[in-house]
């Protein structure tokens, strides 16, 4: 095998291949999203993909511009995030699940989302 290491020590594993699959948004989403958007409807997206794969898929829906400018929200500081600067941004769902928790148990102090 070309592609052996020197340190290999021949524990009787054999590469096979790599397999990679895509699960594409269903017919109707791009359509959907822009019929909401040109009824003023501001359309999030939710999901627990990486965030490089939420961006793609806002992007192939429509969500955002492929131009867009984005930034990832760690959780701290929401108000540094302007408008003016990003078109949008990117929570990790479990971010947005702790925040949307602190939010339910006092619901007189939502600033953001």
Do not use: W
Request: some cysteine; proline content about 7%.
């Amino acid at each position: 095998f070309p592609f052996m290491r020197d340190n290999y020590n021949g524990d009787g594993l054999v590469f096979l291949g790599l397999y990679a699959m895509i699960d594409p948004p269903r017919p109707g989403v791009p359509e959907a999203v822009a019929k909401c958007q040109s009824a003023g409807i501001k359309v999030i997206m939710v999901t627990g993909d990486h965030p490089v794969t939420a961006k793609a898929i806002a992007e192939k829906v429509g969500i955002i511009a492929p131009t867009a400018n984005t930034i990832g929200y760690d959780g701290k500081n929401i108000n540094s995030i302007s408008d003016e600067k990003y078109d949008a941004v990117v929570v990790a769902g479990s971010l947005l699940q702790t925040v949307l928790d602190q939010e339910m148990s006092n619901p007189d102090k939502v600033t953001h989302f």
